[in-house]
């Protein structure tokens, strides 16, 4: 995608992309809650792609429009780590997150990242850490949301999904 396109994508959200962000904000609350086994554990959101968080015509994307749900929620919000990651709008979206929540609204501080996902040895590494570690670590939603998936490394995503079910 152009650098044009990808303004273009981010100037006003189509209605795909608003039930896209609507499944996986309203799905992954549920998800902590029912895997929630009381034991105080925590749960991770990564977005490899996250995008900006906020589309030009004021609607919210994903990382957005969980965060709000969350952050209404007393218990959730010291549970949950944000890790959000992408190659153009970090910092974008680092701005929106912090203008919406200031730094104390969740106990655990997001983490940020602008790697290329097709390219970094640094994801790749870590899809391979949890691979290599063969125990289950906290649940987890890892959103895999490109704007296409050639150049995936689907061994990694293979990898990453291994452990979990033990
Ligand atoms: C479909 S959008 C993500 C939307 C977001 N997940 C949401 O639901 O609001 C794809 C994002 O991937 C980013 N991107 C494109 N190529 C990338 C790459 N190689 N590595 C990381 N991010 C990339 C783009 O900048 C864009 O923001």
Redesign the pocket.
């Known amino acids: 995608?152009t650098a044009a396109e990808?303004e273009k994508?981010w100037a006003s959200q189509r209605p795909e992309?608003r039930v896209?962000?609507l499944l996986?904000s309203d799905y992954f609350p549920q998800y902590c809650r029912i895997v929630d086994r009381g034991k105080g554990e925590g749960f991770a959101y990564i977005?490899?792609?996250?995008?900006?968080?906020k589309y030009g015509d004021g609607n919210l994307?994903?990382?957005l429009l969980l965060a709000d749900i969350i952050a209404k929620d007393v218990y959730l919000k010291e549970k949950i780590t944000f890790a959000f990651?992408?190659?153009?709008?970090i910092e974008i979206l680092k701005k929106n997150f912090k203008d919406r929540y200031g730094d104390q609204t969740f106990a655990k501080k997001p983490r940020w990242g602008n790697?290329?996902?097709?390219?970094s040895e640094v994801i790749k590494k870590y899809f391979n850490k949890i691979h290599n570690t063969d125990k289950v670590n906290n649940p987890t939603l890892l959103?895999f949301?490109?704007?296409g998936y050639a150049?995936i490394d689907t061994l990694g995503l293979a990898n990453f999904l291994k452990p979990w079910g033990k």
């Open positions: 995608m990808e994508f992309s896209k962000a996986v977005d490899l792609w996250a995008g900006r968080g994307s994903t990382p990651n992408d190659l153009n709008n790697y290329d996902v097709e390219k959103f949301d490109p704007f150049g």
